[in-house]
């Protein structure tokens, strides 16, 4: 596989930390490079997609955020969610 892993960590403040861990054989893994994002908001969670290609960011106000890596490298917000003010409530009705 893959010749390193990256692992995103945030704090509930409004940078949001991805590292690049490589693999040393033998000699474990040692950490290759440090990106910090600045979020538009303070972040309280973080998460990957399946494939390992897109961040989510979800701060306290309500808002996630999506961020991708270019083709140099650097994460890029690439949009904004903003919270729902209101529920949707859904009403099924059995057939």
Known sequence: ??????IVAANR????EVYAID???EQ?????ATKTLE???????VAWNATGTVISTAAENGTVCLWRRN?????TLVQEIAKISEPTRCFYKNV
């Open 13 to 16: 403040s409004c940078k949001v």
């Open 39 to 45: 979020a538009p908001h303070p972040v309280w969670r």
């Open 28 to 32: 474990g893994f040692t950490q290759a």
């Open 1 to 6: 596989g893959r010749s390193n892993h990256l």
């Open 23 to 25: 693999r040393r054989g």
């Open 71 to 75: 083709f140099d490298g650097e994460w």
